[in-house]
């Protein structure tokens, strides 16, 4: 009984530690307000409703309601996902922007990993653009 009270105990500390690293970590992340988000992205000729649909996701990732996402931020690094949780995340954003999941054939097309918000962001505008040839396609 003992060592499942000790090794409870011990996986519990390391959640709040870990949990405690992370609130640290983004309490220093140094981010942009929303209009300048979309601002940064309408000069790269993005659709302002993609940046701030990417915006509002990662922004609602962050501990605390200050929180303010940046283009420059890792994923992995600002928000802890990982490459293979970042699916979640798109999937999310697409639901939100009424997007559907392009094809694996046009997926394949897609030249570079999503590593940064302006990953993410080109991705999502991307997809929309696939999303709008498709459907001027059906008419």
């Keep these: 009984m003992r060592i499942f009270l000790e090794l409870t105990f011990g996986i519990l500390a390391a959640a709040v530690a870990i ?11 140094k981010g942009i307000g929303l209009a300048a988000f979309i601002e940064y992205f309408q000069a790269r000729n993005i659709s302002p409703n993609v940046s701030a649909a990417v915006y509002d996701h990662f922004r609602h990732l962050g501990v605390f309601k200050s929180f303010q996402p940046a283009p420059a931020d890792q994923l992995g690094g600002i928000y802890g996902i990982a490459y293979e949780d970042v699916d979640d995340s798109l999937m999310q954003i697409l639901a939100a922007l009424h ?8 997926l394949m097309t897609w030249p570079k990993p999503l ?4 990953d993410v962001v080109n991705w999502v505008s991307w997809v929309q653009s696939i999303a709008r040839n498709v459907g001027s396609s059906d008419s």
Excluded: A, C
């Design 19 to 29: 949990w405690v690293w992370r609130v640290f970590r983004l309490r220093r992340h």
């Design 99 to 106: 997007l559907g999941t392009p094809s694996n054939s046009n």
């Design 115 to 118: 590593d940064t918000l302006e």
